[in-house]
């Protein structure tokens, strides 16, 4: 039997969806829900999913008892009865799973991929409770609603320990490319996706596999555009510009509607990019919307605009322009589209790490480090002097740290762990956490989730690694899909498309800097088809300037709204004086590089008022 809200002649309709589910050792039961939550049960095996399946008409044809009819719950179901859990890796899409099986007395709780859908759980021993919503499981019976203060500390100086953790004590998040396999009760986390294995060999993307890329860009694209009639936030950048130009393309031969051009305009003239929107658009033949910042923010300024539009939310907000792109989507939204897709990705998986140099001089290779360094000064505004320190702080300080690791822990194991302890504690505050158990809570915690270096794999795919399994990466994908919530448009990103990341992890820094210029793989075609806007040459703008100008103007103003950091003093996670003398120290000319973490600081505070009991 199965079970939705939702037409029967619409098995893959894609509405957002409010639930809970509980999963206790007899089975696994929705609590509530409010929009399409498929159910689906045959025998002794029970699957809920919500979000969408991209490779529906896949499925219906290798599976034999599949009909074009089935529900989405209904073709997992199918799927897991016939290849178990190894479905996970069959299913494509953006969602979330879970498939209780009576047999093994075993359950299995997941997110797709890339985790582009969250999936948050609460463990109550006998029960768990999950939804993608924080907010819905803080709601079931028996959940404490209690803030995690060590995670808020750690906010406060830019450290996300652990990828599971959530800003409350009992709620923690399924990472992405994992299952929660609970089997007779045991609980485990299980990574169930992986481009390149560790101990395994890469099977690394050579040359003549590159024209794989646009046949994975195309389904890519074309997965966000079968969600309805589509607007692209367009910028005047690489990603947002390739997106736009093949979502043009393939909505006309596909005999859709053209994607709508939503623009932000920046006023600084350094960070605007109005004339390169224009054009493009006027080059696809697209319709465009353009709203300058100003207007989108109105007289509060973006950052206070931002701890407005945050007030309830599941997590501190991360990208403050999001209430500005808000006022793009409620165009989209009125003019009746379905979904907004994003360049989102194309920075994490088109560019090259720089830590990429710390394995070219391991590996003595100096004439790749030369067109590394070489491929960096064409495709930044830096200088060469700044890409020398850069080498040295992403090159050879890796290295040195290190060999000096691994002749202490063989040598002087003690001396290691002071050292340990020493850059631990120099890199928290001294006005954080001025509550002792707190204070010793966020050392021990820094100890624990210390990260070793790199062995055989290399600093490169270690990074790699962080970008699909961090939690701040999480954190972003989940803002995303929050707001998506908020609106009733899905934000989407064909750069996060599980295919193809699967393929660009894969693709060697030489081949994503073809032509000695980052993002080679989508900056030729973009080259050839709009000859007269240099994008051949095009350098990645730089936001430092423009984040520390709004910190420098706004904090002051947002710190006083806030009546001060009240809140967190209470908590005792900050000390407010300490506080205030740094930010004094930022606004009398702090650093471009501290800009990000001010607005990191006011915002938890703001936040934190909206989350406690009242």
């Known amino acids: 039997m199965s079970t939705a809200e939702a037409p029967r002649d619409a098995p893959h309709q894609d509405v ?5 589910a509980r999963l206790h050792p007899d089975g696994v039961e929705l609590l509530r829900r409010e929009g399409p939550v498929w159910t689906a049960t045959a025998g002794p095996r029970t699957v809920i999913f919500d979000g969408v399946l991209h490779n529906r008409a896949e499925l219906i044809q290798l599976l034999a008892d599949a009909r074009e009819e089935d529900d989405n719950a209904q073709l997992v179901l199918k799927a897991y009865q016939r290849w178990g859990r190894e479905v996970l890796n069959r299913i494509k899409g953006i969602h979330a799973v879970a498939i209780w099986d009576a047999d093994k007395r075993s359950a299995v709780l997941a997110r797709d991929p890339i985790g582009l859908s969250p999936l948050f759980y609460a463990d109550c021993g006998d029960e768990i409770y ?4 924080i907010d819905q499981v803080l709601a079931c019976d028996g959940v404490s609603s209690a803030l995690n203060r060590a995670a808020l500390a750690e906010h406060l100086y830019d450290q996300w320990l652990d990828p599971g953790e959530t800003y409350f004590e009992a709620v923690r998040r399924v990472p992405a490319c994992h299952a929660l396999l609970v089997e007779r009760g045991a609980r485990r986390l299980d990574r169930y996706w992986d481009p390149a294995p560790p101990g ?4 690394w993307v050579t040359e003549d596999d590159l024209e794989q890329f646009r046949h994975l860009f195309d389904q890519a694209v074309n997965r ?3 969600l309805g009639p589509t607007g692209i936030f367009l910028s005047g950048g690489l990603d947002s510009v390739s997106v736009a130009g093949v979502a043009a393309d393939n909505c006309r031969q596909q005999g859709l509607p053209d994607p709508l051009a939503l623009s932000l305009v920046f006023p600084e003239p350094e960070a605007s990019e109005e004339l390169t929107q224009r054009a493009v658009a006027r080059g696809l033949g697209l319709e465009q919307v353009l709203t300058k910042l100003d207007d989108a923010i109105g007289e509060r300024g973006l950052l206070l605009s931002a701890c407005d539009f945050q007030a309830g939310k599941p997590s501190p907000m991360l990208n403050y322009f999001t209430p500005a792109y808000d006022k793009l989507t409620a165009v989209a939204r009125a003019r009746g589209l379905r979904a907004v897709i994003t360049g989102n990705g194309g920075d994490e998986w088109l560019t090259v790490s720089p830590l990429h140099a710390a394995d070219l001089i391991r590996s003595l290779d100096a004439r790749g480090l030369a067109r590394h360094m070489r491929a960096v000064r064409r495709s930044y505004d830096i200088s060469w002097p700044l890409i020398w320190r850069n080498a040295w702080r992403f090159g050879a300080s890796p290295l040195l740290k290190a060999r000096t690791a691994s002749v202490l822990s063989a040598r002087a194991p003690g001396a290691l762990a002071r050292y340990r302890r020493h850059v631990i504690e120099r890199n928290i505050p001294a006005w954080v956490a001025p509550d002792p158990a707190l204070a010793a809570e966020i050392r021990r915690r820094g100890l624990e989730f210390w990260g070793e270096p790199p062995q055989e794999e290399g600093w490169y795919r270690n990074e790699l690694r962080l970008g699909l399994e961090h939690r701040l990466v999480s954190m972003e994908w989940e803002e995303y899909f929050e707001n998506t919530r908020h609106t009733g448009l899905r934000t989407l990103s064909p750069f996060l498309d599980s295919d193809l ?7 060697p820094p030489d081949l994503l800097d073809r032509g000695s210029r980052s993002k080679g793989l989508v900056r030729e075609e973009l080259a050839r088809r709009f000859p007269d806007l240099g994008f051949e040459r095009q350098k990645k703008d730089d936001a430092t300037a423009l984040n520390r100008d709004v ?12 009546g001060g950091m009240t809140t967190l003093a209470e908590l005792e996670i900050l000390d407010e004086k300490g506080f205030e003398r ?7 000319g702090g650093q471009e590089k501290d800009a990000t973490r001010m607005w990191n600081i006011l915002n938890l505070e703001a936040w934190t008022k909206t989350r406690l009991p009242t």
């Open 224 to 226: 966000c555009i079968a």
């Open 582 to 588: 740094e930010l004094r120290t930022f606004l009398s």
């Open 551 to 562: 910190a420098m103007n706004e904090s002051a103003r947002v710190w006083q709204e806030l």
């Open 200 to 203: 395994e060999d890469v099977e």
């Open 501 to 507: 990341v699967d393929f660009l992890y894969r693709v």
């Open 130 to 133: 999950f939804s993608t919503s």
């Open 16 to 20: 957002l969806s409010t639930w809970a």
